[in-house]
């Protein structure tokens, strides 16, 4: 689940950077996000499900975001 949420997060940041309203990027960004969801072999409807458990543990998931923006520095930091 960390390795799918991490993705979605760097699409979800691309698409809020380069072209920061909403409207003008929620249908590329919904089709990079399908994108990943089948590089995972899961559902939209999967993750979303998977994520609002983990969420519902507040400390567990905040875990979670640690692990996953720890991951991402370290891969910044090997390029």
């Known amino acids: 689940m960390m390795q799918i949420m ?11 950077k380069f072209y920061g ?16 969801f089948k590089k995972h072999r899961v559902s939209r409807r999967q993750y979303e499900n998977s ?3 983990y ?5 567990g998931f905040m875990e979670m975001n640690e ?7 370290e891969t910044l930091v090997q390029k």
């Open 67 to 73: 692990q996953i923006i720890q991951q991402y520095n």
């Open 51 to 53: 994520f609002t458990h």
């Open 21 to 36: 309203t909403p409207s003008r990027y929620k249908l590329p960004m919904d089709s990079a996000l399908t994108n990943v």
């Open 6 to 16: 991490g993705e979605v997060y760097l699409v979800e940041m691309h698409y809020q």
């Open 55 to 59: 969420a519902s543990n507040p400390a």
